[in-house]
């Protein structure tokens, strides 16, 4: 049995920052409306002729300079711009890296599930070092006419380097669903028809499910690593949006400021939301040497996950 460790994190994020006022301009809405109701203020978006390959090759590219070549490349994304082949091959390809490469599609609790696929492939001593990305280009799958949905969604991409190491920096995992509420956050689109994609949401029923899905995947995590929620000194949450995570804090009796929040700069970026928030507290120096960590996420299916890890430095 292998464990695992964190060696390197990148990130990028498109040129475009598309602020509040931009929907202002031609939806029933206002800067105001949204920060008020989600916390986001701004996102990132692909230009027309961009694709999520433009910002998910340079993830790679950054993690391979910064922790040399993976045997095996994993993406979580639900926005990919072709069915074949994978993200992960295209991304490979660019960047001549042969291996086990591979897409995830668990929408925004992807990452985790990358994650998880990453740590098991490295204990069955399969590999010794996965490049994990969560990429999505989300703006291109919503109705951009449709101010439930268009405000919340922006693009972006973050991975990690795991790499087989002598003790395991991850304490616990778990995961579940509820696939009765399949059809609450879904696409209405047909592919193989010719019909786009796109994003429809059941608002309210997303929010009741998430706040009480995190709450317990949250305790159910820290349970399975013998750790109380007083032991943690920050949650990385989905940023689906801020009341999500204001109520999930409640719910657990504790400070909203633990949950690290990005969702007031880059919105709802679907599988590289984790990364990016993890990536934005690494860059910022807000992370300390064996601090413990909780990441959670909950995303189309509707599926949801958790782990606790020890942060070491990189």
């Known amino acids: 049995m292998f464990f695992s460790r964190i060696s390197a994190i990148a990130t990028q994020l498109p040129s475009e920052e598309i602020p509040n006022s931009y929907f202002g301009s031609y939806l029933d809405t206002s800067d105001q409306w949204i920060a008020q109701r989600t916390g986001i203020q701004s996102r990132f978006w692909l230009k027309k002729n961009e694709s999520v390959l ?76 996965v490049a994990v990305i969560g990429a999505d280009a989300m703006s291109k799958l919503i109705d951009h006419n449709d101010r439930a949905t268009a405000v919340l969604f922006g693009d972006g991409a973050g991975g990690l380097m795991l790499e087989r190491a002598q003790q395991d920096v991850f304490l616990s995992t778990c995961f579940d669903s509820k696939v009765a509420f399949c059809d609450i956050l879904m696409d209405q689109g047909r592919i193989h028809e010719g019909v786009k994609p796109v994003i429809q949401m059941q608002g309210q029923e997303v929010y009741r499910l998430a706040v009480g899905a995190l709450s317990r995947s949250v305790l159910q995590s820290l349970h399975l690593a013998n750790k109380a929620i007083e032991d943690v000194d920050f949650v990385f949450a989905h940023q689906a949006n801020d009341r999500i995570l204001q109520s999930v804090a409640k719910n657990l009796g504790i400070d909203d400021q633990i949950f690290y929040k990005t969702v007031n700069c880059y919105g709802n970026t679907s599988a590289a939301s984790i990364p990016l928030g993890l990536a934005h507290a690494h860059e910022n120096n807000r992370l300390k040497n064996q601090d413990i960590l909780v990441l959670t996420a909950i995303g189309a299916g509707m599926a949801w996950g958790s782990m606790v890890l020890k942060w070491e430095e990189i």
């Open 54 to 129: 433009d910002i998910t090759v340079p993830v790679l590219a950054q993690l391979i300079e910064k922790s040399g070549r993976p045997d095996s490349v994993i993406v979580a994304t639900c926005s990919a711009d072709k069915v074949l082949p994978s993200l992960a091959h295209r991304v490979a390809s660019a960047c001549e890296i042969d291996g086990l490469h591979f897409d995830v599609n668990a929408a925004c609790s992807g990452f985790l599930v990358a994650l998880a696929q990453a740590r098991a492939l490295i204990g069955a001593g399969m590999v010794s070092r």
